[in-house]
């Protein structure tokens, strides 16, 4: 095996670690040839933007297509190794390369996207390249994982199953994810907690609605502002904050005329 110097570290290393250049071996090696492109672009990002926004405007179609070219090459690469070089669903085991994406094993995607300021798609896939593709990832189709976020797995392997008691369902009604005694048991409870007692009587809220004639939405408001279950049915008078006094009001419309 053929050995070369490279001429900016000084480093021996083999002939197939220098780029080619007119297609002989260059003198830097490609470590050199990176970091040296690297610290040009950024010493003049701003020229090196211009110059490429120029060249997309004069290339556009080609430009398109080789940006389209270049997101499939890299989304290739990080579900090749990802699927051990057998590219497919590791679920349903569909092979169509459009449906595939990355899928986090453990959950916590949009978190880790937060915290590593990651927008998502293929700078997902080029963080996952740098970082040396880590462990936790998967390749899943988009149906599968869809399903995946929205009953904690896929129905593939663990079927449609109730979110509450873990009763299997059945496919009469594939949206919901309750069985029947689940929400019929839920319903219960949420028109118990409804129910409001005051002066002995405990009647649910679309009845101390017709009677006091205030609609459901200002009385449940007024309970959750703090308001006593009286003053909420307007049985009990509320005081009056100091602020809300009328003579107060008029003092602080005059101060702001004279403003």
Request: glycine residues 8%.
């Amino acid at each position: 095996m053929d050995n070369r110097k490279c001429s900016r570290c000084g480093s021996i290393k083999p002939i197939e670690d220098f780029p080619l250049k007119l297609g002989k071996p260059g003198y830097w090696c490609k470590d050199c040839k990176k970091q040296y492109l690297f610290s040009y672009r950024h010493a003049k990002k701003e020229e090196s933007r211009k110059r490429s926004r120029l060249w997309s405007k004069e290339n556009g179609e080609y430009a398109r297509l080789l940006a389209i070219e270049n997101r499939a090459q890299i989304k290739y690469e990080v579900l090749q190794h990802y699927s051990n070089d057998d590219i497919k669903c590791n679920c349903c085991g569909i092979k169509d390369f459009v449906f595939l994406s990355i899928d986090h094993v453990n959950g916590g995607g949009n978190k880790e996207k937060r915290e590593n300021k990651i927008s998502g798609g293929t700078s997902f896939y080029y963080w996952l390249k740098k970082q040396g593709f880590p462990s936790g990832y998967q390749v899943l189709c988009r149906n599968c994982n869809e399903a995946k976020h929205v009953n904690g797995d896929c129905p593939h392997k663990i079927g449609y199953r109730c979110r509450s008691c873990d009763v299997e369902l059945t496919l009469d009604k594939p949206w919901t994810v309750l069985c029947p005694e689940c929400i019929l048991s839920f319903s219960v409870t949420s028109r118990a907690r409804t129910e409001i007692e005051y002066d002995g009587k405990s009647l649910n809220l679309k009845t101390w609605s017709e009677i006091t004639s205030l609609s459901r939405g200002c009385i449940s408001n007024r309970l959750k502002f703090g308001w006593s279950v009286g003053q909420a049915l307007g049985y009990e008078k509320r005081p009056v904050s100091p602020s809300h006094r009328p003579e107060v009001r008029r003092m602080k419309k005059l101060n702001r005329k004279r403003e």
